[in-house]
């Protein structure tokens, strides 16, 4: 083997004992922060920004988007044990799936480039990338699941929308006006957050 090959190689972090007890403490961290949910005045009371992707997010930064992908893995699955479901694990999936929609894109992004400039560049990708496939899992997966477990008409979750945001009339705007502005939101203040904490805590998570 050449050592170019040996340096990629080993270049490569390993999931060792130490990342997996980082790995922990970041999903704890996330579980504990999803509990704590700030309702929002343009959406019904079951969208509920949380700051659980802080910790997901700088894993990704920290040790890369696999690790992220895992803390956030882990992080839906205490939550699942704590509280249970009413959708049949739809949601939970959903909730995995928007987590690494943001988080994941943001770090294959910065860990080419370890800048301020390029974890700025991931996080705004990242929340585009949750936002856009936020409004299409809302419109044809979450919200039908929601209507029928809880045995209601589609309408009847539009009509919730309208108590609050006289503009939401209809599934489209709903989406439109809720569910979009909903993960943009959430996209950008979790981004802002890790932006100015990150460069404080890295050294604590990075791979050695």
């Known amino acids: ?29 996330a579980m504990v922060l999803m509990l704590f949910e700030i309702p929002l005045p343009f959406a019904p009371s079951f969208y509920e920004i949380d700051f659980s992707e802080v910790p997901v997010m700088v894993g990704c930064f920290a040790m890369g988007p696999f690790a992220g992908a ?53 996080m705004i990708t990242g929340t585009v ?32 929308g309208t108590a609050v945001n006289p503009a939401i009339t209809s599934l489209t705007t709903f989406v439109m006006f809720a569910v979009a502005p909903f993960n943009l939101l959430k996209g950008i203040l979790v981004s802002v957050v890790v932006f100015l904490i990150y460069k404080k805590i890295s050294p604590i998570f990075r791979m050695r």
């Open 1 to 29: 083997m050449s050592t170019e090959t040996k340096t990629i190689v080993t270049s490569e972090p390993k999931l060792g004992v130490r990342a997996i007890v980082k790995i922990g403490m970041l999903a704890a961290a």
């Open 129 to 160: 990338v949750m936002t856009v496939l936020g409004c299409v899992i809302n419109a044809f997966v979450l919200l039908p699941t929601y209507a029928a477990a809880f045995g209601m008409p589609i309408d009847a979750l539009v009509e919730m």
């Open 70 to 122: 895992v803390i956030e893995l882990i992080k839906i699955l205490l939550n699942f044990v704590i509280t249970g479901t009413q959708t049949a694990g739809v949601g939970e999936l959903a909730n995995f799936v928007m987590g690494c929609a943001l988080c994941v894109p943001a770090g294959l992004i910065y860990r080419r480039n370890r800048t301020r400039k390029s974890a700025l560049i991931g």
